[in-house]
Structure formats: structure tokens, C-alpha cells
């Protein structure tokens, strides 16, 4: 993979990126939920799932809005 983007295409990519990560934490969210009363280790799986999508959702608003994340954990805490 060694095709040159400019910052356009990137901001774009990571733009996708973000909105694939909540929709897949939405999935695993949803998935967790409804097995929690059949199938405990599969909605134990789907949360690890869910968090780690998160994670990655977290990481991507921070490269995308620098700060504006900071702030929200700031008033959080108070």
C-alpha cells in the first residue's frame, strides 16, 4: 500500500473510520444486551468487543477534534 493521500482524503478516511467504529459499537452493544440471559460468555465476548470499539472511537474523536474530548471528561468528573 504506497499510494500518497493528501490531508483531505485522510481527514475522509478517518471520517469513515469514526462512523464504521460507532456503528460496530452499536452492533456489539446491542449483541451484549440480548444474549446477557441466554448465552452469558457470548454477551461477555460482545461487550469486550463493544469496549474496544470505544476505545478506538475515543482515540479517533481525539485525532479528529483535538481537545473538545478533554473537555467532556473534565466536566464529567466534577
Not at 449483541?31 to 478506538?56: F, G, I, M, W
Amino acid at each position: 500500500m504506497t499510494d500518497v493521500v493528501d490531508s483531505d482524503e485522510l481527514l475522509r478516511r478517518m471520517h469513515r473510520a469514526r462512523s464504521c467504529a460507532l456503528e460496530e459499537g452499536c452492533t456489539w452493544r446491542a449483541r451484549s444486551e440480548e444474549l446477557r440471559s441466554t448465552d452469558p460468555e457470548a454477551a461477555r465476548e460482545a461487550a469486550v468487543r463493544t469496549v474496544a470499539y470505544e476505545a478506538v472511537l475515543r482515540v479517533l474523536d481525539e485525532v479528529l477534534t483535538p481537545g473538545r474530548t478533554a473537555g467532556v471528561r473534565a466536566r464529567g468528573t466534577d
